[in-house]
């Protein structure tokens, strides 16, 4: 009996994409391979990180014996229920953004848009389903990869199990990570709500829609469903939406949002859901005041809980909170020198790309450092990260603070950002003191994140704002911002001797 019968996946709706989508990624008919002897590496999940893991172990051609254990749908939260669906969604509902903006524009806009939201959510689906074959089960194990669909845990010291089959392994990777956390409100289990995993699979709009917690997630999809059509009341629990961005970012945003006709609750504690005849209703405080708002659906973004249940942890001796997830070091070895982590299991930084980069360093670490020589520490990575609103905040490195210095540059003086009516928004540079090393920057802007990663080689290659002052930047374009920022640097330097120096130069020149 192949893996499968005994766990089949259902994506749904099952249509003709979900079944595409589940054939690649989690394949009705496979048939989990005869397990090696003995595997150089055991990856446990085959989200971005075990992904990663194993087509860089594989891949290297030095017949590294690898295996993947997925349960649910290869590819993880990134491709199935995060970053892709969601990217893919935004999109549609940008063009929205630009159709309001159209009046700015001198395009006349019909009062009725007619948004076609089973179209939008087919066309992610179909986007999805068509890029699944990159994390297929049958690419891995081209790539000699041995693909094993179920369960895992680890039985002992040296062994992890999977759908009745044992793995011997020398080393092992953990990176099953993070899902949803279940909101502590009472009757929300009985009313029911959506999350991540389930929201994609909508295919009518929900014309009310009350998203709980204010972080991308709870940020990206609210504004995504109000352009998209619903009525949408965004209730946060903090004083002000993405308490992890730099506070003026984070105003912009919430500016936005609240312009585009999004019901914002702050300071607010969901006490209680009640299913009515007219939907669910959520009654909440806020400031001192209770009060009720009835919507046909509930989103919850209000953070992640790790995927440590089921492993059986406790008998390899890997230390986890159930809150933080499993213990790593700067090495990402976990308790057990054996086994390593990487990902939303173990990371505070919980995006794709922390996960690839977090891979590269597993893989480093396992395979080639022998005697722990040569190892890579996660603490060395410059992590930048967008959170996907519009404008889009952009961020690497540190924030404003006494310790540093900050040149800011609104995109009111940008040319092009007002030639593209999109002036809401600024970068801002943050350099140390008496130097022109970057440290780190924040931008808020439609493409900010087309524009970090110049700011995060520059501080990766320690290229400082007088190099970047010398760097042509193409005229009109928003990333002139970064040009601007070097050359505001280089006028501080202008000191009344230098000028005075400068000005007796003219004369002979
Ligand atoms: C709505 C949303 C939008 C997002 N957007 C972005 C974005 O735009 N950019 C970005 O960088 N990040 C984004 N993220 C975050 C990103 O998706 C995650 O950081 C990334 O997927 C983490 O990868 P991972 O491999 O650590 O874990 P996951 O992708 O969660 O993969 C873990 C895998 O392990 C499997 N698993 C769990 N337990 C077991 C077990 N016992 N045996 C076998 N398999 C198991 C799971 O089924 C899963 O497939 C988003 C997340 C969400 C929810
Ligand atoms: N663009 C991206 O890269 C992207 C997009 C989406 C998610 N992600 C990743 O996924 C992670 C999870 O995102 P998230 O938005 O769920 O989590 P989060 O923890 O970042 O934000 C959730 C917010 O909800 C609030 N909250 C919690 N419980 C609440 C309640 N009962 N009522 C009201 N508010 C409540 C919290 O104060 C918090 O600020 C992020 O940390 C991020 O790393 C990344």
Redesign the pocket.
Known sequence: MSNSELDRVIVRPVDEYNQKLVAYVHPPNWVNPQPADSYDLVVIGAGTAGLVVAAGAAGLGLGLKVALIEKHLMGGDCLNVGCVP?KTIIRSSRVVGEIWNGKNLGINIPSQIDIDFPAVMARMRRIRADISHHDSAERFASLGVDVFLGSGKFASSDIVEVAGKTLKFKKAVIATGAR?TK?A?IGIEQAGYLTNETVFSLIQRPEKLAV???????C?LAQAFRRLGSEVVL????SHLL??EDNDAAQVVQQTLIKEGIRLVLN???EEVVTVTEGKRLYFSTNGYRDSVTVDEILV????SPNVEGLNLEAVGVKYDKRRGVEVNDYLQTTNPKIYAAGDICMD???THAADAAARIVIKNTLFSPFGLGRSKLSSLVMP????TDPEIAHVGLYESQDVETIKIPFSSVDRAIADAQEDGFLKIHHKKGSDEIVGATIVATHAGEMISEITTAIVNKIGLNKLSNVIHPYPTQAEAIKKAADTYRRTLLTPRTKKLLGFLTKFS
């Open positions: 969601s949803a909101p409100i709980i917690g204010g972080g991308p997630i709870g990206e209730i946060h629990s903090g308490n992890k607010a504690k969901v973004g209000a953070g992640r930084w919980k995006f990260w967008v959170t996907y």
